[in-house]
C-alpha cells in the first residue's frame, strides 16, 4: 500500500460520524447517561471507535510515509507532531486519550465513570482539531 489520502479522508469522514454521535449524546446530563447503562456504553464506544479511527489514520502516515516507528499507540500523536503533521502542543493534549480508551477496553472495572464523562465532555472536541489538522496536512502533500 501506498500513501493514500483517499484513505484518511474515509477515516476523517468516520471520525466526523462518531463526533456527531457523541454530540447527540452529550446533550443528555450527567445524570441521565450515568444513570442508563446503555447510553453509558454508547459513550464509551464512542470513544473508543473515535480513538482507534485516529490510530488507523496515524499509523497510515507512519508507515505509508516511512516514518519512526512507534512504540506504542500512544507515541503516533507524538511521531505526528514531531513531522509538523501535528501541532506539538495539541500532541501533548490528546495524546493521552490513549490511555483513557484502554482503560475503557481493558480495565473497566478500574474506570471512574464520572470523571470519564466529564473528561469526555472536556475533550471530545479534540477530535475535530485532529481533524483539521490532518485535512491541512493532506492539503499540503497535493
Not at 14 to 32: A, C, I
Not at 72 to 95: C, H, N, P, W
Not at 103 to 108: D, E, K, Q
Not at 127 to 140: C, M, N, R, S
Amino acid at each position: 500500500m501506498t500513501f493514500s489520502g483517499a484513505f484518511v479522508l474515509e477515516k476523517l469522514a468516520e471520525v466526523g460520524k462518531y463526533q456527531e454521535e457523541l454530540g447527540r449524546l452529550l446533550e443528555f446530563s450527567d445524570q441521565d447517561i450515568l444513570g442508563d447503562s446503555g447510553r453509558m456504553h454508547i459513550a464509551e464506544r464512542l470513544l473508543q471507535l473515535l480513538v482507534d479511527t485516529t490510530l488507523d489514520i496515524n499509523q497510515h502516515f507512519i508507515k505509508e510515509l516511512n516514518l519512526d516507528v512507534a512504540e506504542d499507540f500512544q507515541s503516533t500523536f507524538y511521531i505526528l507532531g514531531r513531522q509538523g503533521i501535528l501541532e506539538v502542543d495539541f500532541v501533548e493534549k490528546i495524546a493521552p486519550v490513549v490511555g483513557l480508551r484502554n482503560r475503557v477496553v481493558h480495565r473497566y472495572e478500574t474506570l471512574d465513570k464520572k470523571l470519564f464523562l466529564q473528561a469526555l465532555r472536556q475533550n471530545y472536541k479534540d477530535f475535530d482539531v485532529y481533524a483539521k489538522l490532518i485535512k491541512q496536512h493532506l492539503e499540503k502533500l497535493k
